[in-house]
């Protein structure tokens, strides 16, 4: 008797599981379509991209999109800024985000609860609030039209201290007080303790802030003037013309500017869960 009531949960909890597993497929189907659509149309003429029903797949694959990125706009002067900027972004605000949270985490001094509460506060203001002030300070210090405006202005976030005080707050705190006893100062705790045993939030940060700030448009729109000194994102929109939009082109670009995204995720996937989840754990 016992017997065939577990095996009932077990086959309850087998049908739930594959009813799960249908859903996501059935999710995940529908998010990729809109990208299977991009790759076919970078290989279509003007014509075939908007024909009915859709040809998912070329009768003839065609790299005139592509020839046109390369040709028509310095494609490759874009690509290089883009990753210029993204990178500089990226690995300071992993250290003033990191030194932050371990601060907030780990460290005890006067009003260290209420600033955090502040720094979350700032996550409420949308940027289009703050847009022109932040412009007319980057203007009077002189670094409009220049990319140290953009890597500056990105150097910090409240929502990366977020993630990683939340993950940080997960190491037991026997570790530092072991390494006070061993002589360690705040400083080297921070880099052999908090940093080594934060790698799924640092990892999570990583992939966040290179594709937020990789596909970041209004940044470089109100920063940038000179062409040579144009992202990827400013780059493609010369395609779009006041008569006729070069859909092709714009897709074999995206295309190309997707790339380094997704070799970040391939390396980084396997922290991104675990490290969203950790900022639930303690609070």
Known sequence: ????????KRNKIEIRKIILLIICLIVA??????????????????????????????????SVNYNTVFHEIPFPTYFFNTAKITICVTILQLITCSMAAFAFAKLSFPGRDKLFLGYLATMMVPWHAIMIPQF??????????NHLSLILTGAFSAFGVFILRQNMLSIPNSLNEAAKIDGCGPFKIYTKIAIPLSKTGLATLTALTFTCIWNDYMGPMI???????KTIQLGLATFKREYDTNYGAIMAGTVISLIPVVIVYAFAQKYIVEGVACTGVKG
């Open 136 to 145: 007319m300070v980057v203007q009077k210090l002189g670094l409009y039209d």
């Open 29 to 62: 189907f529908i998010m990729i379509i809109p990208f299977v659509w991009m790759v076919s149309a970078s290989f279509k003429e003007r014509t075939e991209i908007f024909t009915k029903p859709i040809q998912w797949i070329p009768k003839v694959f065609r």
């Open 1 to 8: 008797m016992n017997d065939t009531i577990v095996l009932k």
């Open 223 to 229: 920063y940038l003037d000179t062409d040579t000194k």
